[in-house]
């Protein structure tokens, strides 16, 4: 198609969160390019599980860390959460479906040649390191976000 | 004016419904054509309250029916709930200024050839059968939902 | 650039509108045409804290002053707010990298030349007055919000 979307993950949310996913994974399939910008809460969706580190962080940085959901799978949701129990609920609806789960969405579009970029400010802020990111996460500015933003046929903010 | 709007209506909530279906209903007064794509917690925005069924559904699918608003004047707000006061309040506001409430924007939405499209996805999670929306609301998957939003001139994800 | 961005505010959270008076200073900074249109909650950003009256006001309007927040700084987050202490401690986080708190985004983007709209539907339901919003504010329709965001480059709901 020519064409190009661009997504401002801002939210955090297991639910908020597949949806940019399975819109991601489904613009690949039709030849569209895809951008992510994960900021502020949507940062958590790009963490590495296996990486975090409390090393040389202040105290509010390491409660950050341990308050927070370890990979994609914690996430909550935004509605109807109930401590996790609708959460669980969702989960095997999702499963009775057959269909897949979060994990499998961001599988996916880390297959499918999808730029990932993080909000510099928002990884300053929030006290994480470069290297507790996926990978493929490039850390940008704002203004490098707009420029992309600007040229792209779709934008949400999510 | 020849432009057209896409809505991706994820929210089910009070508040973030009268705003899509405010912009839908204006943007049709000045001839902008509108497509209202509904996905998860927006498919209760489409739900027919008199054709809801719990026949052929697994005990999630009942559940979800049961825990889950009849119909539009039964969503929450997004902030300042309070259990339904805040609600109740921001309801007699309304009333207070001779506004119309979420369902008659719905009311004039589905008078004003607004092209109304569920996510398949989510109505197959949710375990909504096809009868129990409302019948102009036709099943899309998110590819169909992409063309349709790359071509418009104003995309908004609520 | 020649370029234009149309943003939406209808959240009115702490870090949703941090993420849009960032877009909109990094935006002005890059030579982009900003117009912002705020709605619902989102009227709570350009509230003038000093100019609040509760001078012919019904009891729904003057609860509605008395139970929300004063000013850009009194905002809750939109997640793990727990009761404030999360937010302090996010003000904590944004002061130990010496980045500059929401109150100052505000005052950057009332000084670049940014448009600022309020939404007149939400202005009537919430019982403001126009002398109630920072002075700059003008109060138009929604018809000519959407006159606004079809020509814009980027438009985003927050």
Known sequence: MNKKM???????????AMAGLILANSARE??????IFFAFWGLFLVRDPEKTTLEDKSIYEK???VMTPKGPEQLPLSRMNFSG???????EMIEDQGAPKLIHFLKGARKKNIKFYACKLSVEIMGFKPEELLPEVEIIDAA???KDALESDLQLFI
């Open 6 to 16: 661009n997504l401002l993950m801002f939210s955090g949310e297991y639910d908020k």
């Open 85 to 91: 129990l609708g959460k669980w609920m969702l989960e």
């Open 144 to 146: 490098t976000y707009l």
């Open 30 to 35: 039709i030849e569209v390019e895809v951008t």
């Open 63 to 65: 409660l950050m860390d």
